[in-house]
């Protein structure tokens, strides 16, 4: 079946962001005084088959482990959900 | 056959949007009379060769991470086989980067500090470059280089138990600092920590940098210390066993 993973991969605390920082200053220089910190990071939407959900669950981990997110500076966390596709789409109600 | 007949043979890996290998093969063939091939990036064998260098450029867009695809293509894994035999790599600025991303090297290269895109001449101080044989055992502790640097993501990044390491294992070989040889904020081009420029494995056979030594190869495009560290490698060779049997 096939699965829907949004990957969160952001910075790990203490890791210097400059591109955070620059967006900070843009929302500050905006009228938002209040913002003091903007951490910036990337969103991935992953669509995929697996057999069933610890079988989806197993294969999104791996791909963070293995591409998706750097140790040395990031940590990933996602969450999964089943997706629908065309053909469940064209069953009628 | 001479002993001037041997000559070093180096394989420049090329990944979809590298940029630099030329260079590095104009250096090698026409520069010091090397024999030099590139190598596509999916090739799997190396071939017969004595040197390997990952060169500058943008391997498949930098998307994701810079280096984070290329890590995976085929010639990475005679790469690192390569290096784990002891052979002699370099990874100049995009070649680092797949070095880190690859785990032959620890660390990451992020964004620069300032976001934007450097390129300029940089100074560079050597240090301990006993631990890097290969590519700098002709230059000394406390040398100052010059070499291009060009890159929009050179801000060496790791933790402080793996920098500390680093430091006492003495493997931060090139710095960035000023003309004088000193270490200063100021001279630091890109935010990087500890001003690391370059850096060596714990065997000291694989040695990242983020400039670019094949583009100070040639006085007239402004310097020729990059050549320092081709003509070590080319001592280094030819003082190992080996280099004897190729000689017959």
Known sequence: MRWLAEVHVALRPGIADPEGQTIGTALRSLGYETVSEVRSGKLMSISFDADDESAAKAAIGEMCRRLLANPVMEMATWELRAELTDADEAIPA | ?248
């Not at chain 2, 990952?54 to 990475?76: C, E, K, Q, V």
């Not at chain 2, 690859?102 to 895109?117: K, S």
């Not at chain 2, 003495?170 to 270490?183: H, I, K, P, T």
Request: net charge negative; proline share 5%.
């Open chain 2, 1 to 248: 056959m001479t002993m001037a007949a041997w000559r070093p043979r180096v394989v420049v890996a090329v990944f979809p949007g590298t940029w630099s290998e030329r260079d590095f093969a104009h250096v090698a063939e026409n520069v010091l009379g090397w024999e030099c091939r590139t190598l596509w990036h999916l090739e799997a064998e190396l071939g017969a060769c004595d040197a390997v260098v990952l060169p500058g450029g943008f391997a498949h867009g930098d998307h994701l991470r810079t280096g984070a695809i290329a890590r995976f293509s085929p010639i990475m894994r005679a790469v690192e086989a390569f290096a784990a035999a002891g052979g002699p790599v370099i990874g100049s600025c995009n070649g680092f980067q797949v070095l880190t991303e690859a785990g032959l090297l620890p660390g990451a290269l992020m964004r620069n500090d300032h976001l934007q895109f450097r390129c300029d001449w940089q100074s560079l101080r050597v240090e301990r470059p006993e631990r890097a044989p290969a590519w700098l055992g002709d230059l000394a502790n406390g040398d100052v280089i010059r070499l291009p640097i060009s890159h929009g993501e050179g801000r060496y990044v790791a933790d402080a138990a793996t920098l500390d390491g680093l430091e006492r294992e003495g493997r931060v070989v090139l710095r960035y600092a000023n003309v004088a040889g000193e270490v200063t904020d100021e001279a630091n081009p890109n935010g990087s920590q500890r001003s690391i420029a370059g850096l060596v494995n714990e065997r000291g056979n694989v040695l990242g940098l983020m400039p670019h030594p094949e583009r100070a190869a040639e006085a007239e495009l402004g310097g020729t210390d990059g050549l320092r560290l081709f003509r070590s490698l080319e001592r280094w060779l030819q003082e190992q066993p080996a280099a004897t049997e190729r000689r017959l």
